[in-house]
């Protein structure tokens, strides 16, 4: 029987290119994109052969719980969570705050994404994933960074301490009851700086990772026996 993955984040470069391998490798897919995503990226799901489920806010449990009046039946066999954010003004955008001017909104939307998005998917879809299935959350590498290799100028400790906080989340979904019983694995990948738009011409652009070699990391691990806890760097 094909198997089912449902991707969370589908509208972003790195959970484009996870819907696009799934295709790729004949699996039924269905892409979690935003209203506004409906007539552009949306259409090319269709055409790639994915279905579409307008999730306009991961954070809103009732936006979440939306899916089920667009799938109720539709048992997955894996969730990925490849949610993130790309300020207007990209990279340079990101990190232009240092703590003591961070505007609030920066960090309550990175609570919302890495925290409260996190955990709503996960509580809401378990009972829709199948025994022995899994889930699998996109993390980042930045939390490896030492003190002494922090470039000066990048201001984005606000981004790593979320993400640092949602590894401690997938640390707890591991042990927690309800996934040991049923055998679900809970997978995560953690690249570097990937060569997307928001890297493009960056201070971490040569070194950056290709998106294709972060979807395929991906894709392996949903195929996994075993639990994937995995750094992806060039260097």
Same mark, same amino acid.
Not at 54 to 80: H, N, T
Not at 123 to 128: A, C, E, P, V
Not at 157 to 179: C, Q, S, T
């Given at each position: ?25 004949? !699996? ?106 899994? !889930?699998? !959350? ?98």
């Amino acid at each position: 029987m094909q198997k089912r993955y449902l991707v969370f984040g589908a509208a972003g470069s790195i959970g484009g290119e996870i819907v696009r391998q799934l295709r790729n490798r004949e !699996f039924h897919v269905i892409a979690a994109i935003r209203s506004h995503h409906q007539e552009t990226t949306g259409r090319k799901f269709t055409q790639l052969g994915a279905q579409c489920a307008l999730i306009d806010d991961v954070s809103d449990r009732a936006c979440v719980l939306g899916y089920f009046r667009q799938f109720p039946d539709a048992m997955l066999d894996g969730v990925v969570y490849s949610v993130g954010h790309c300020p207007p003004n990209g990279f340079d955008d990101a990190i232009r705050y240092p703590l003591s001017q961070l505007p609030f909104d920066k960090l309550t939307a990175e609570i919302r994404m890495h925290q409260t998005g996190v955990l709503n998917v996960f509580q809401l879809m378990l009972s829709h994933v199948k025994d022995a299935g899994c !889930f699998l !959350f996109m993390s980042s590498a930045i939390t490896k960074v030492s003190d002494d290799q922090w470039p000066p100028f990048l201001h984005a400790h606000y981004h790593a301490g979320m993400i640092a906080a949602e590894d401690y989340l997938i640390r707890g979904m591991r042990i927690d009851p309800a996934v040991k019983s049923r055998g679900i694995k809970i997978h995560r990948i953690a690249p570097g700086a990937v060569n997307t738009p928001f890297h493009h011409g960056g201070p971490f652009s040569s070194s950056a990772v290709s998106v294709d070699t972060v979807g395929n990391a991906v894709v392996e691990a949903l195929e996994c026996e075993t639990v994937v806890d995995r750094q992806i760097t060039n260097g």
